[in-house]
């Protein structure tokens, strides 16, 4: 087994759930490699909701929320309000943040919290059997749209940038040393990072959405319809724009707001009102 | 010089590391891991340029790239 992935890993709770060459697992190695390089093992803590990604901090030994489905990122604030000093990931996926747990999402996005949430985008309901997801593509045939899908996908990159996440960026499993490096970047920025990773199915969307149930060509055709944009870009016709999208240092982060307008009212940090 | 094990009770068989190799250090075989699948062998071990991009996509953490040797110059 990889020494690094054996250092972090239960590996009394191995293999994981995750069915042959699912992109979850090359989430899990590239959120090892991240948090590895900024060596915070013990000051990080990782939140999750329901679904198959929902399952990726849970094989770590890290401090880990296994929250309600959707709920993920207001779970997230609460534990960073109540600990301010501590790293907070998230992951969640597609169904998860964009559907159940939209409004937490917006919310969030807009209070400019210090959260990192991933994004793991596999354009179906995987764990539920393949059912239409907000970010299933138009015209797509599964269980819930056996006529094709009739609604135009979600962009979650897109939709968190309108929202005012101060650091936004999309990546695929077909880029692993990118993607390691933008959970990195995610964790040390100061602010809301959204981080979408279009992530293989091969199982439920291999079957109904792209037509392959192989995963290396999954990841082949990942790297062959994306296009690398910085900021401003345009993709060319027909290509899915990756790469990172914004990042602002300059708004101020929600838990020093709150902090400051406590300072200002008398109330010290940590206790309660009436004793002052 | 590399040493290059792909560990047999992690390995689900998934073949990334088959097409996402370089160099086609990989390749498929016969033999069977825990999992039930037929697991990749690392049989061109003299090619690897030490990428580690086998390690990065290994969705199960199966493979592991150990440096051994002296460094050649």
Redesign the interface.
């Known amino acids: 087994?990889?020494?690094?992935?054996?250092e972090y890993?239960k590996t009394e709770s191995?293999?994981?759930l995750?069915?042959?060459?699912?992109?979850?697992?090359?989430v899990?190695?590239?959120a090892i490699?991240a948090i590895d390089e900024l060596g915070i093992k013990d000051d990080i803590a990782c939140v999750s909701g329901i679904g198959c990604s929902a399952w990726i901090p849970c094989y770590l030994k890290l401090d880990v929320i296994h929250a309600m489905h959707g709920r993920a990122i207001p779970f997230a604030e609460g534990l960073k309000l109540a600990r301010p000093e501590k790293k907070i990931l998230i992951f969640s996926g597609d169904g998860d943040c964009l559907a159940i747990g939209g409004n937490h999402l917006i919310h969030g996005a807009a209070r400019n919290i210090d959260l990192t949430v991933v994004n793991v985008n596999n354009n179906i309901y995987g764990m539920t059997g393949g059912q239409k997801s907000p970010t299933t593509p138009y015209g797509a045939v599964t269980k819930t749209s056996p006529f094709g899908a009739a609604d135009e996908p979600m962009k979650g990159a897109e939709t968190a940038m309108a929202l005012g996440a101060t650091y936004v960026a999309r990546w695929t499993?077909a880029h692993?040393?990118q993607l390691?490096k933008a959970i990195k970047e995610g964790i040390e920025h100061k602010g809301f990072s959204f981080i979408e990773v279009l992530s293989q199915c091969?199982v439920q969307a291999g079957k109904n959405v792209m037509g392959t149930k192989?995963?290396?060509?999954m990841?082949?055709r990942y790297r062959e319809m994306t296009c690398v944009c910085k900021d401003g870009e345009e993709p060319p016709e027909g290509k899915v724009k990756i790469g990172l999208f914004r990042r602002d240092e300059t708004k101020v982060e929600y838990t020093e707001r709150i902090r400051a307008s406590y300072e200002e009212a008398g109330i010290a940090a940590g206790k309660g009102g009436q004793d002052g | 010089m590399v040493k290059i094990s792909v560990?047999k009770?992690?390995c689900?068989?998934?073949?990334?590391c088959?097409?996402?190799c370089p160099k086609q250090v990989f390749v498929k075989s016969i033999k069977r891991g825990d999992?039930g699948?037929n697991i990749p062998e690392a049989k061109n071990q003299d090619k690897c340029i030490e990428c580690r991009?086998c390690?990065?996509?290994?969705?199960?953490?199966?493979?592991?790239v150990?440096h051994v040797g002296e460094d050649v110059k």
């Open positions: 087994m990889n020494k690094l992935y054996e890993i191995l293999p994981t995750f069915c042959p060459g699912c992109g979850n697992g090359i899990q190695v590239a490699n499993t692993p040393v390691a091969p192989e995963p290396a060509e990841i082949r | 560990d009770a992690r689900k068989g998934c073949n990334i088959i097409s996402i999992y699948a991009m390690e990065r996509m290994c969705p199960d953490g199966a493979i592991d150990e």
